[in-house]
């Protein structure tokens, strides 16, 4: 029958022709780049290898040579250490060097991976295997194989010719669709890639002669490495590429995605039999669709957002509302509207079978002002015959108690996944009576540019009874290339009609961030969506969102975030929600925030109060059973998936929190909040009993010490912060101020109050040092003068290396006599510190500090920090300090008076 088509491989080396041929022509590097607009390559690389390096690395030569340490600062160095270090000086290897090795293993597997032939035999081999290893053959009838079924449904056969499908077919097409099937045909790619991985990294090797000039070395690092061969480099840098894999494996394909991907699987198999399944979408054009409400930019108003066919006919579109079912009293309001490019994708996305296609819709907006507290309201929507209707109510503002549930992660792959959310939304507004409103975390969807994904979720009446807060998950923004191109829209702000408090010129395309005054609390919506090049809160955000929090007088603070800033589950230990992480505490702790809710992880967890990832401990204060009262710190709270895909905890997680559940079911939180506290339950639902249960309950109170309280007192200077780099001036002076209202000879029965006296100076001295004047140095004789201008507060280094020790010995001790803050990117070389009684010294960015003596030096070994009486020394960031060899003892950090502090930041 297909004889003059050609193998499958025939097929697809046919589709994957032009790309082969660009490839090819222009190599792999810019291949990728036309195949991603806006994506740089070499910038990507440069990156990681930073990423991996960033921290010291070490390579052993071998016995008695010593070894090669391996930090990356404007490039990779390495630094000899032991006998080696008598032959060699330090290497740099500059990032132009470094992209000079990277396209020539490009140009290696463009030369051994993009011949003509590899990659179809590749594909071809794969397919061979799927049914050898009977993954996949058919049980009966003219031994047909995946080769069979591939070929017919690629070429759509049954639905262009008629012809009635043979059993053989019938029953490939039942078998696709058991789970089994879906758990070996990822199990099987997964042991396909490691192989493909196993040998690029087997047949690349690293050419050494384009980096280093010395053949000694060259030698050496030949021999450790197999002569650079790929694979034996990222075994030394500790790179797992199987136990990577393996991981994600366990954590993120569980029943759901099984579940889902062999529901997809079928149904992109049958819209490639029988044509695109459009039952869901021909709802759509009896209706206007997808209608969601948001709240207005005042307490009385209410956005409205939904979408509409397009049509030439001339009609009379509004928006109708009204405090009565038979609208015997409206008002009408007429839509703003807009045609959008909406993208719809059955996964396929494949050349000659391409299912990828975009629509043109209607987006309608409408916003409603002047609504009467306490009212129910009725609705109607009128467009080209079609109504949709509907009810919500505007509460009392005036009550400062009330009430919202919040979710998150609805995400899934199938119409059933989103059917199994709204189960758990409906379950969480019945048992959370009177909820006012709605706040979903984030990952709404799993692909936000596919409006399929959209229909099954938003094709319910709860979103247009509800006022909705959204936060922006990474899913909601995915970037696809091919859509970008196309204009789709697709984004959170297409679906959600949201005004109110977005900021000017802030960048909308990867999320948004804005807040909500309701009532007697202040919702703070942070954007952790990270560019390529930012990782964490952007600057531009967190100023804003800083200032707002900080001047706000609401009773109530909380932070709604997709990325959680405190969690056990997965994603703890990714960069970008590390670097969010580190944002997100810092602010809660500087704006005295009570409560963070997140998501992203989906995994259930709840931090006992804290400060900076630092408990909060009070045991001076009742905590009844399944309540804590907290006087200070702030609660996270990582909601865990609302939908079905539940990940497991992460056990080596670098965080202790005092609730941690391993859930297999979809969760949710109620909160209700008065004047005098938050009341917290967390619940999960059953999908087999329709019910949800209490997993989890706490209060949070704000309670300050009683009038002489001694005790209470003690214990909010002991809950004091310990770092010094923050500003804690509210809180401090909140104390100080509870302190001074205590009676004289109370005063003296305050044991820890020389900590409180501390605080108070550690205010200071930050409050001196981000107020001072800065100081850009590339030189010694720049960072001198810097280090004696007494307006310089901090000092930024941008150079390669300062060496302060000149050839005698002489010049390499420096006084540190104020509060001052030194960052940049930069080596400093043989010097010593020496920190003045009673100042802070602040050490951070990617400064290297090296003192390090070669073997026989005659040179004094140097103490890097001299600490002096309650002095304060904090070191964060990327900062490495290196020292040792030289005569005598010389130490990292030396005490040299009483009440010195040493932190990592």
């Not at 270090?85 to 990032?95: C, H, Q």
């Not at 509460?395 to 989103?418: C, H, L, P, T, W």
């Amino acid at each position: 029958m297909f004889s003059n088509c050609g193998r499958v491989s025939g097929i697809i080396k046919a589709s994957l022709e032009p790309f082969l041929k660009k490839i090819k022509d222009c190599g792999l590097g810019q291949g990728l780049s036309s195949l991603l607009p806006g994506f740089d390559v070499e910038k990507f690389v440069i990156k990681k290898i930073k990423g991996i390096v960033l921290n010291k690395r070490e390579v052993e030569l071998g016995r008695f040579l010593g070894k090669v340490e391996i930090f990356y600062l404007k490039g990779i160095v390495l630094e000899p250490v032991g006998l080696v270090g008598l032959m060699f000086k330090n290497i740099v290897i500059p990032e132009e060097r470094i992209l000079q090795i990277f396209r020539d293993i490009l140009g290696q597997i463009d030369k051994k991976y993009f011949s003509d032939d590899y990659i179809p035999q590749k594909i071809n081999s794969i397919l061979k295997r799927l049914s050898e290893d009977e993954i996949y053959v058919p049980e009966n009838l003219e031994d047909k194989t995946l080769f069979d079924l591939l070929v017919l449904i690629l070429f759509n056969y049954y639905m262009t010719t008629g012809e009635v499908q043979p059993q053989w077919f019938v029953d490939a097409r039942k078998k696709s669709e058991r789970q089994e099937f879906a758990r070996d045909c990822i199990n099987f790619l997964i042991d396909t890639l490691l192989k493909v991985f196993k040998n690029l990294s087997e047949n690349i090797y690293l050419d050494y002669s384009i980096t280093f000039d010395s053949p000694l070395l060259r030698t050496f690092l030949n021999r450790k490495t197999n002569n650079g061969q790929l694979n034996k480099i990222l075994e030394i840098l500790g790179v797992d590429f199987q136990k990577i894999l393996d991981e994600m494996a366990k954590k993120y394909i569980g029943e759901s995605f099984v579940s889902g991907f062999g529901t997809l699987l079928v149904e992109t198999i049958r819209s490639m039999i029988f044509g695109y399944d459009s039952s869901f979408l021909s709802e759509n054009k009896k209706n206007l669709f997808n209608l969601t409400m948001t709240f207005g930019s005042e307490a009385n108003s209410r956005n409205f957002r939904w979408f509409g066919n397009l049509n030439n006919k001339k009609c009379d579109e509004f928006f109708e509302i009204s405090e009565d079912k038979f609208f015997s009293r409206s008002r009408r309001v007429r839509p703003t509207k807009c045609v959008v490019t909406l993208a719809r994708s059955n996964l396929i996305a494949f050349g000659v079978v391409s299912k990828f296609f975009t629509e043109k819709k209607y987006k309608y907006s409408v916003t409603i002002n002047n609504l009467k507290q306490d009212r129910t309201y009725y609705y109607r929507i009128f467009s080209n015959e079609r109504k949709y209707s509907g009810e919500f109510t505007c509460e009392n503002n005036k009550d400062k108690n009330f009430k919202f549930v919040a979710v998150s992660d609805s995400q899934g792959m199938i119409r059933e996944d989103y059917e199994l959310f709204l189960e758990n939304l409906q379950s969480a507004l019945e048992t959370a009576k009177n909820a006012e409103f709605i706040v979903h975390l984030g990952d709404f969807v799993d692909d936000g540019k596919n409006e399929n994904h959209w229909d099954f979720l938003l094709n319910n009446p709860l979103w247009g009874k509800y006022a909705v807060i959204p936060v922006a998950g990474n899913h909601d923004y995915r970037f696809n290339p091919l859509l970008e191109s196309a204009v789709a829209g697709g984004s959170l702000l297409t679906h959600f009609n949201i005004s109110i408090n977005l900021s000017e010129n802030q960048d909308i395309s990867r999320g948004f961030y804005n807040y909500y005054e309701y009532k007697n609390t202040l919702f703070i919506i942070l954007n952790t969506n990270t560019s390529n090049e930012i990782f964490g809160i952007d600057s531009k955000q967190y100023e804003e969102i800083y200032s707002i929090a900080k001047s706000s007088n609401a009773k109530w603070k909380i932070i709604l975030t997709h990325k959680s800033a405190y969690s056990n589950g997965p994603h703890c230990r990714n960069k970008d929600v590390l670097e969010a992480s580190k944002d997100i505490l810092k602010l809660a702790a500087q704006c005295e925030v009570d409560f963070v809710i997140g998501g992203h992880d989906h995994v259930y967890s709840r931090s006992s109060p804290s400060l900076l990832g630092k408990l909060i401990k009070d045991e001076n204060i009742g905590i009844p059973s399944g309540e804590n009262l907290i006087p200070q710190g702030t609660v996270f709270v990582t909601l865990g998936a609302s939908g079905v895909k539940n990940y497991e905890i992460c056990k080596n997680a670098p965080l202790i929190n005092e609730v941690l559940i391993d859930l297999k079911c979809p969760s949710y939180l109620e909160v209700e909040i008065d004047d005098e506290k938050i009341n917290v339950t967390s619940r999960k639902y059953m999908p087999s009993s329709c019910k949800s249960v209490i997993i989890d309950r706490f209060e949070i109170e704000k309670r300050m010490p009683e009038p002489g309280n001694v005790l209470q007192l003690e214990s909010m200077i002991q809950n004091l912060p310990e770092l010094p780099t923050l500003s804690w001036r509210s809180r401090v002076q909140g104390v100080m101020g509870i302190y001074n209202l205590f009676p004289r000879d109370q005063r003296k029965k305050i044991k820890n109050i020389n900590k409180l006296l501390r605080a108070k100076g550690d205010n200071i001295a930050y409050n001196e040092t981000i107020n001072g004047d800065v100081s850009i140095v590339h030189n010694k004789e720049t960072f001198i003068q810097a280090l004696n201008d007494v307006r310089v507060r901090i000092i930024i280094v941008k150079c390669y290396e300062i060496k302060f020790e000149n050839s005698i010995g002489v010049g390499r001790t420096l006084k540190i006599s104020r509060n001052l803050c030194l960052r940049g990117d930069a080596k400093l070389s043989f010097v010593s510190f020496i920190l003045e009684k009673g100042i802070t010294f602040i050490v951070g960015g990617n400064i290297r500090i090296n003192n390090k003596r070669k073997i026989f030096s005659v040179f004094p070994a140097i103490n890097t920090f001299i600490l002096r009486k309650n002095s304060t020394l904090a070191v964060g960031g990327s900062v490495l300090i290196s020292g040792a060899f030289g005569v005598g003892s010389g130490r990292i950090f030396k005490n040299s008076g009483k009440g010195t502090r040493i932190f990592g930041i």
